[in-house]
């Protein structure tokens, strides 16, 4: 199998950034086969950054793991302590469990320059964030100005009690909200970063966390006014967080980008664009040149997942069934019912650039009304620069 990536090698050249989709949250194989693409980058690339669809607080640990900082010896019970909050499943599963054994024994021969990190860059963890940064700032620097404004920002959000629903309503009301304080915390920060800096990335780390404590208050208050809205501040701070990423690794920053197809494939070449859409893969293609972004999609035909019904509630295996007619999974699947691997040139991009619709499912999905709500309209040659397709999947296997 991992022979069989070699055209996609060849393809993706000298790009420094790699973009591997999913179509859902919950299926082995694009989990696996990530895993073994990001293999190969890291050792035959020198590709030395993953960048994944999770929360900072929680993929530190991972980093910290792989890394040897961590205080943790089993990497399992590290992944379970580590992701506690839905859903949980999406990092703490036994494919992750594989892939962090891997990186973890990879990094024990390595240099402190060429170790790979792992990261979160999603937005959700606004409390966590800021706990990390208090607790941070209470060990290092408990008498500086920066802890002052992590505790004063920690003071406007505690009457939400950890609730971002009920923090973006009243948000309605309040014409400030907790805006202020948390822009004073990132600004004071970024002044006086080099006074954080040390052997185990924490600079970053507190850099980062204050970086989502104030995206994540301009996200939850997006959230009640515009769900496209919101979106667009979710993928622009996850790419922000990209940067930032990359800006500390130095000039010759080399990254992998884990995250679902609808973020890492550019939303101009769907529907996503008539609604006022950003995601991801644009605008890392608008931020770099050409030839320096590849993004891979991923498409399954049938199979089984891990999803719920409802946000919130208790996963279960989901049948996935036969990809929808017309769809570009049920192409595919009509072309021959085997495995295949796409990749786009200026030769053959006109044979694949018509509006189709191209499954993606979530972490809350009902089969029972996928032919209604789960089919994005793609012109998959533009929307990506390579597309695997897997005849037949399976669910990921959560760390119960």
Known sequence: MNEDFNPLLEAIGEAKIVLLGEASHGTSEFYKVRAEISKRLIKEK????????GDWPSTQQINRFVKGYSKHSNVKEMLQSAFERWPAWMWANEEITEFTAWLRTYNDNK??????????????????????VIRYL?????????????????SCFEPFNRHPETYALSTLDISEACIEEVSKLIKSIRAHEDNFKDEEENDLNLKINAMVAQNAEEYYRAMVRSDNLSWNVR?????????????????????????????????????MKDAGMLNVGQILRLQNRKDNVFAVGFGTYSGTVIAADEWGIPYKKEKVPPARKDSWEDVLHEAGAEDKMLIFNEEN????????????IGVVYNPAFEAYG???????????????????????????
């Not at 209470?138 to 920690?154: S, W």
């Open 349 to 360: 991009r006109y044979l694949f650039n018509q509006w189709i619709g191209h499954r993606a």
């Open 46 to 53: 020198g590709f030395t950054l993953i960048a994944v669809e």
């Open 138 to 154: 209470k060990e290092t620097d408990p008498n500086g100005v920066e802890l002052q404004f992590a505790q004063r920002a920690f």
């Open 235 to 271: 993928d622009e701070h996850m790419v922000e967080a990209i940067n930032e990423i990359m800006d500390y690794d130095g000039k010759n920053a080399k990254i992998i980008i884990w995250e679902h197809n609808t973020h890492i494939g550019d939303a101009s070449a769907t529907d």
């Open 111 to 132: 240099v402190k320059e060429d170790k790979v990190g792992f990261y979160g860059i999603d937005v959700y963890s606004l409390w966590e964030s800021l706990d990390e």
């Open 374 to 400: 789960n089919y994005v309209p793609s012109k998959i040659s533009e929307r990506y620069n390579a597309f695997i397709y897997l005849e037949h999947t399976q669910a990921l296997r959560p760390l119960d």
